[in-house]
């Protein structure tokens, strides 16, 4: 266990639904991020929060809406998605977002846009 | 822009003989590298990381990697490959955001296939 934990583990949507990611990480540290995996391409990095803030947005389609309440707790608010967005949502922290640290990976979720 | 190149998208190796997964990369400025794995239905591990000093870098699970500056790259290795080895691995280097913060930029992975 990394100290990272993503709900749901899977995900299936019509592209009309509304749903939400959750991340929750008890680790004590300060910076988020939200990364898609998508088979065969680099894992994309969509946003990074540190102490709740935001400080990327990586040109992330509007249907795709952070939250990040406090530090522990991250979530990825989906609506309106495509069949092209289906992929793996891996969320990560942190220990402050500065320097060269390690990220601590969550399971992710599969998601599967129909 | 800072990136890492993985050219292979799968490497075969058998049980204890030596393996080797390649990363390439592209940054301005000092390269700051590093090593994940994924194994199946799970999150990226860390197995370690390039900043300064030795370029020989010890990690997890007996892995190890060598940064070579004039041929930019830092190529995962390991003497004795075990079947548990398999799995996706990931190069990375970390690139600048604004505000002092950091991001990784990741290659596409490689998926590595250790045969009994």
């Known amino acids: 266990e990394t100290g990272v934990t993503q709900t749901p583990r899977h995900l299936v949507m019509g592209m009309t639904n509304k749903k939400s990611l959750k991340c929750e990480q008890h680790l004590g540290h300060n910076a988020m991020y939200w990364y898609k995996q998508s088979a065969k391409k680099p894992l994309e990095l969509m946003f990074v929060y540190s102490l709740e803030e935001r400080v990327e947005n990586n040109s992330v389609p509007s249907r795709f809406s952070p939250e990040c309440p406090n530090s522990s707790h991250l979530f990825l608010h989906l609506h309106t998605l495509q069949p092209e967005d289906s992929a793996l949502y891996l969320c990560?922290?942190?220990?402050?977002?500065?320097?060269?640290?390690?990220?601590?990976f969550g399971s992710g979720t599969q998601l599967s846009v129909l | 822009a800072q990136s890492v190149a993985q050219p292979e998208d799968q490497v075969n190796v058998a049980e204890g003989n030596p393996l080797t997964v390649k990363c390439t990369y592209s940054v301005s400025g000092n390269p700051y590298l590093f090593w994940y794995v994924q194994y199946p239905n799970r999150g990226l591990q860390f197995l370690l990381k390039y900043i300064t000093g030795d370029n020989l870098v010890k990690g997890s699970y007996g892995f190890e990697a060598e940064f070579n500056k004039s041929q930019t790259s830092f190529h995962l290795k390991k003497p004795s490959a075990l079947v548990s080895d398999s799995a996706l691995y990931f190069c990375a280097v970390s690139s600048r955001l604004g505000g002092g913060y950091n991001k990784l930029i990741f290659g596409a992975g490689t998926r590595l296939a250790v045969h009994p």
């Open positions: 990560a922290s942190s220990p402050t977002g500065t320097g060269y640290e390690k990220l601590f």
